[in-house]
């Protein structure tokens, strides 16, 4: 008999989906009947929270959502913060679980893993999290959430199946079809000559770009060049333009001179961008002034109008509205390659000497490991690639300080990563703060043979929570904290380990790393490397 | 005391609560909290994931009867842990979450600011007796008094309190003294006499016991005495009443054995105890068949699933009394002979690997004081020592029953270890299982804490590998490839033991009580001393 456990596992396949991330447990066996007869693989992370961070880090290196199997109750309630840093950063994630058995589904009768109301919990967390009820509720949920990742703003969808529905039989079920991607909305061709009009008179245009513009570089690119207009990009935007590209402003626009730069603006472009704090207004001084007209461009028509309110609000896919765009644009020399550089000299001019280390080390990586990934967490060289890494494309610089803010993310997402990139070098930039949160996932790395080189930011401690606490005068607690030997605990988990001991070798050493078949640390003294850095 | 905000005056009202630690990890959220830490008494523990926090809140309130305090950042901080707050939910435990969350202009509004969730309040309220929002200062001490309300005379739970920004770098509110205590609820004069009625005709009571009456042991032990009924704990009552005692059956509820006992009574008596489905009994529905006495201080738990006869909304140790006081004479025909032959025939036909299990669980019986605490995770031998572990006083197995969640055991062992340092601390975990809160071993090196975290090492999710056997269902997943664990143990810090005897077993665990900081003890499941 073929159970809708083993329909679900065909239908998967149907979908794409190439890998699932999870780890079995009494309640979600029966998901795993139907695997076996699939080409999916199954990686098993050590906590679920490694489960959703790797689904993120899968989903942003590809542009497919990222697919877990999870058990009721504790395994939703352990990956619910990965599920919310996705839900921050719009990544695209199906989380599928089991939840107790129609009938047991809220008594408050005390079964196993058991919760008041799992969906409660996981729906704040998700684009929409649907109970399948009966079979026929399979194929059209997921047809639901297969739509929403291909033609609307992608966040985490939740299905959940009760442990009877699982095992019950799927003879009645149409045959597996995957349905044809809806193609996302393009844009109000009146709303787009309206925003041409604009743009083709303006002085001083400056565009911004978020994440949701991540799959429009040739086409924003092209907008840019014509409206010779600086381009600022948010953290999840950075890479839409090239290092080296005149326009490029590769920096926060929280930094005093990239406000002022978007302060000049009498036209401000604003694509796939939310606004939110952890790039637009880190300081919380109220971010910069908007003083020209703005034109929103946003896939979410709720998000159009959040935060700051456009002139001229515009709701469609990124792709679809900057490629209509261009021709409507004429070409114009604005003095944009100036205002560019003046902003972007202006904001490295400013850094500290920790913070020009910090972003020594990155492109370091980035230039001694060509096409490499690079997967922050939250950590102080972080936070200096968010003020103004340049990274060389979209999809290779991401990370968990913007939006919800997680420790631990880097790692089991740089594991999804390069399961998503086998191809590519997938460097982990992370403290020994956030290395401790999901350190067990090095055993995933090496059960997977996923190669990842993590960077180990070592300053004994939580130290940007440290300076924070310094800097409002509340005497240090709980950030003092004793560090474990990262280097035999590497060994441990039958993965390399070496000491960088001065910043000049890291280039090598990132090279031998990326030759290996299992994961490197490669431990980084702070205080060292700011020291001695030759930049 | 007027300089202070309210982040400060937070602290200072946990301090006249009697509050003497807190488990975190310092956020830039939580700052104002922290401020008001540095010039308290209160013991702050820096972990290494929020899940620790919260495991080691637990382990603390198991251990000590008192509310277990964390400090957690808004979003991320919160959401990490969920996981143990839902634990300590389905076991009623007592837990304080103070949090921080985004400034009251912000809530809701999805801004993109740092740490936002739609509704931070909506993911956390269905794991909590409640979750408060203060929005005014002022309803900072009402929100305590309320959650010590439930702490004291209620069934306790986790209760969430969440702070804005905003209002938590804003002005102090006044502080009144703590309020007085509550007496717990006292039974109805003629349901006790409705149920002594029922106890006296009854030729085969018998008493299943919940977490409820966990320091109520010696009214539980009299009322069995005097009226001659068998007592069943389920494995939240494990101690209450000596498992050495003639009328204590083990926590056995999940064993066709006991289920047949228990059918076999005339009336059940059931006190403090959900008669939870699948997560103590592992069976759609207990086989109670004659008459049922329901106790319970939640009044929603009284009626749930099995309707009884008699059904008391009261404090379990004060109706135990109130029924010792007011039951005539007993017509009980069981007794210790029928308990003595129940615990022959469990013991009798125990498979192969719960016998090796025994081996373990037995000479950590002999190594470990009377008064040591096992705090234990999601792995087959703690499955085993939850049934057959002998406790002779309360508060000192704890298992994650009801919501089942592996990484339980180590950093709950920490938390108890904290709260009782002079008793012998011991985690019992699985490969699996350990893995998940691993890096709660450098909180305890930290710490310079004993506790001895015995590793069944089975090489597997050995519990989930047999259920996918049994259903014909390919293995994937339940075979990972496992660390060195004793490197690791080595590179946090810790002691470590390899023993290969039952002899040298006992003497890691004696040695590990007296250290100065952790030690893994790992035990292999296939090792030759335990049979290959």
Not at chain 1, 271 to 279: A, K, L, N, Q, V
Not at chain 1, 443 to 470: D, F, Q
Not at chain 2, 10 to 21: K, M, N, P, Q, W
Request: charge should be negative; proline fraction near 7%.
């Amino acid at each position: 008999m073929r159970t809708v456990g083993m329909y679900l596992a065909e239908l998967l396949e149907a979908y794409g989906v190439e890998v699932i991330f999870g780890i079995p447990g009494v309640h979600t066996v029966e998901l795993y009947r139907g695997l076996p007869n699939t080409k999916i693989r199954h990686v098993t992370p050590r906590h679920e929270q490694g489960a959703g961070f790797m689904a993120d880090g899968y989903a942003r290196v590809s542009g497919r959502p990222g697919v877990c199997f999870i058990i009721t109750g504790p395994g939703m309630t352990n990956i619910a913060t990965a599920m919310a840093q996705a839900y921050a950063d719009s990544v695209p994630m199906l989380v599928i679980s089991a939840v107790n058995a129609l009938g047991q589904i809220g008594s408050g009768e005390g079964w196993l893993h058991e919760l008041q109301d799992q969906r409660q919990l996981i729906k704040q967390v998700s684009a929409f999290s649907h109970t399948v009820m009966t079979p026929a509720e399979l194929p059209r949920v997921m047809a639901r959430a297969f739509a929403l990742f291909a033609g609307s703003r992608p966040r985490p969808v939740h299905i959940e199946l009760p442990l009877d529905i699982i095992t019950a039989p799927a003879d009645k079920l149409p045959p597996i079809r995957a349905i044809v991607p809806p193609s996302p909305p393009a844009a109000s061709p009146s709303a787009l000559q309206e925003a041409a009009n604009w743009l083709n008179i303006a002085k001083a245009p400056v565009l911004l770009l978020g994440g949701g513009a991540q799959d429009a570089g040739s086409f924003v690119r092209a907008i840019a060049e014509k409206l010779d207009a600086p381009t600022v990009m948010s953290v999840n935007g950075r890479g839409l333009l090239p290092p080296r590209h005149p326009l490029a402003v590769p920096c926060s626009p929280s930094m005093p001179p990239t406000m002022k730069l978007i302060e000049g603006a009498d036209v401000i472009l604003a694509i796939g961008t939310e606004f939110g704090s952890t790039d637009y207004d880190w300081f919380e001084q109220g971010g910069a002034k908007f003083n020209g007209k703005t034109i929103r461009i946003d896939i979410d028509a709720q998000q159009v109008v959040r935060s700051r309110q456009p002139d001229l609000p515009i709701v469609a896919d990124a792709s679809e509205a900057s490629s209509a765009l261009v021709p409507l644009l004429s070409s114009a020399k604005r003095d944009g390659a100036a205002r560019a550089a003046a902003a972007r000299d202006a904001v490295l001019a400013d850094l500290s000497r920790t913070y020009r280390a910090c972003l020594h080390l990155m492109e370091t990586v980035r230039d001694a490991l060509p096409g490499a990934v690079l997967v922050g967490d939250s950590a102080q060289p972080v936070y200096a690639g968010c003020i103004c890494y340049p990274s060389a494309a979209p999809r290779s610089w991401f990370c968990s300080a913007t939006g919800y803010g997680t420790l631990g993310y880097a790692l089991p997402a740089a594991i999804g990563a390069q399961l998503a990139a086998a191809d590519r070098p997938v460097v982990c930039l992370i403290g020994d703060g956030g290395l401790q949160f999901t350190i067990a996932e090095l055993a995933s790395a090496r059960e997977a043979g996923t190669p990842v080189i993590v960077l180990l930011w070592n300053n004994n401690g939580y130290g940007e929570i440290k300076t924070y606490m310094v800097s409002r005068q509340i005497h240090p607690i709980g950030v003092d904290i004793f560090t474990p030997d990262f280097q035999v605990l590497a060994k441990g988990f039958g993965c390399e380990a070496v000491t960088l001991k001065k910043p000049s070798d890291l280039p090598g050493l990132l090279r031998e790393a990326a030759k290996r078949k299992t994961a490197t640390i490669i431990e980084i003294e702070e205080n060292d490397y700011v020291a001695n850095y030759e930049g | 005391m007027t300089n202070q905000n309210c982040g400060q005056a937070a602290i200072t009202l946990l301090e006249r609560y009697g509050v003497d630690t807190v488990f975190g990890m310092p956020g830039v959220h939580t700052l104002e909290f922290y401020r008001g830490l540095v010039a308290s008494k209160i013991r702050h523990i820096a972990v290494r994931h929020e899940q620790g926090a919260g495991f080691m809140a637990d382990g603390y309130a198991r251990a000590s009867g008192r509310p277990g305090v964390c400090i957690l950042i808004s979003g991320p901080g919160l959401t990490n842990a969920a996981t143990p707050i839902g634990q300590a939910y389905s076991d009623s435990i007592p837990m304080l979450i103070l949090s921080s969350v985004n400034a009251t202009e912000d809530l809701g509004k999805g801004r993109g600011r740092l740490h936002e969730i739609t509704s931070q309040q909506t993911v956390i309220a269905p794991l909590t007796a409640f979750s408060r929002t203060v929005y005014k200062a002022e309803d900072l001490p009402a929100a305590y008094a309320d959650a010590y309300r439930i702490f004291e005379a209620g069934r306790p739970r986790p209760v969430h309190v969440e702070v804005p920004l905003d209002v938590l770098a804003g002005p102090a509110p006044a502080l009144a003294d703590r309020p007085p205590s509550v007496l717990p609820l006292m039974p109805d004069g003629s349901l006790v006499e409705e149920a002594c009625a029922l106890i006296s005709k009854a030729r085969r009571p018998v008493i299943v016991a919940g977490g409820g009456i966990i320091d109520h042991g010696p009214a539980l032990t009299a009322l069995a005495e005097q009226i001659g009924a068998p007592v069943i704990p389920t494995i939240a009552a494990k101690g209450a009443m000596s498992n050495r005692h003639p009328l204590c059956v083990d926590a056995t509820l999940s064993l066709p054995q006991t289920q047949a006992f228990l059918r076999s009574a005339d009336l059940v008596i059931a006190v403090g105890t959900e008669l939870g489905g699948e997560a103590d009994c592992w069976i759609d529905r207990l086989p109670i068949e004659g008459k049922l006495i329901r106790i319970d201080i939640d009044a929603a738990a009284l009626t749930r699933d099995y309707p009884p006869d008699v059904a008391i909304h009261a404090d379990g140790g004060a109706t135990l009394a109130a029924l010792a006081q007011s039951v005539g004479s007993s017509r009980s025909q069981i007794g210790a002979v029928d308990v003595a032959r129940l615990r022959a025939e469990i013991r009798n036909s125990l498979p192969s690997l719960q016998r090796k299990h025994m081996l373990i669980l037995e000479a950590l019986r002999e190594a470990l004081p009377r008064d040591g605490i096992v705090a234990t995770d999601m792995t087959q031998l703690a499955y085993s020592g939850s049934y057959h572990f002998p406790c002779e006083q309360p508060r000192c197995w704890f298992h994650p029953v009801g919501y089942g969640t592996l990484g339980y055991g180590l950093p709950a062992a920490i938390g108890a270890q904290l709260a009782q340092p002079h008793r012998a601390t011991v985690a019992i975990v699985g490969d699996g299982g350990l893995l998940f809160t691993v890096q709660e071993l450098a909180t305890a090196v930290e710490l310079g804490l004993p506790v001895a975290v015995v590793l069944w090492n089975n090489n597997a999710l050995g519990q989930i590998a047999e259920g996918m056997k049994e259903r014909g269902i390919t293995e994937i997943g339940v075979r990972p490839r496992n660390p060195d664990f004793i490197k690791l143990a080595e590179a946090f810090g810790c002691r470590t033991a390899q023993p290969s005897s039952i002899a040298a077993f006992k003497a890691a665990l004696e040695s590990a009580f007296k250290a100065d900081r952790p030690t893994l003890i790992e035990m292999r499941e296939d090792a030759v001393f335990l049979g290959g």
